[in-house]
Nanobody, 121 residues
Framework: QVQLVESGGGLVQAGGSLRLSCAASGSISIIRNMGWYRQPPGKQRELVATITSGASTNYADSVKGRFTISRDNAKNTTYLQMHSLQPEDTAVYYC???????????????WGQGTQVTVTL
């Protein structure tokens, strides 16, 4: 199994920056891709960014040019650097790990508990 713990959320003014961290533990070797998702108030969870084991990245159009996903395999940590934050970025941000399916987790996906990001005017 894989455990994920996010940190780095908080309250920031529009135009500000935050860096989210996601520390993975447990069966690290089965992790392939990592991702950040977010759930704005009253809305469904949506993709923010993903990064493969080979460091290829993918971003939602709404965050391209402002957010950067990265991973430090030595520290088993994935980051989301967020710049030029806007009120519409307000959401609970979730870290996700996409791993080799196991009998205990046939879908192969693992999720953190989420961290709140609030952007004010």
């Amino acid at each position: 199994q894989v455990q994920l713990v996010e940190s780095g959320g908080g309250l920031v003014q529009a135009g500000g920056s935050l860096r989210l961290s996601c520390a993975a533990s447990g069966s690290i070797s089965i992790i392939r891709n990592m991702g950040w998702y977010r759930q704005p108030p009253g809305k469904q969870r949506e993709l923010v960014a993903t990064i493969t084991s080979g460091a290829s990245t993918n971003y939602a159009d709404s965050v391209k040019g402002r957010f950067t996903i990265s991973r430090d395999n030595a520290k088993n940590t994935t980051y989301l650097q967020m710049h030029s934050l806007q009120p519409e970025d307000t959401a609970v941000y979730y870290c996700a790990a996409f791993a080799i399916p196991t009998r205990a987790r046939p879908t192969g996906d693992y999720w953190g508990q989420g961290t709140q990001v609030t952007v004010t005017l």
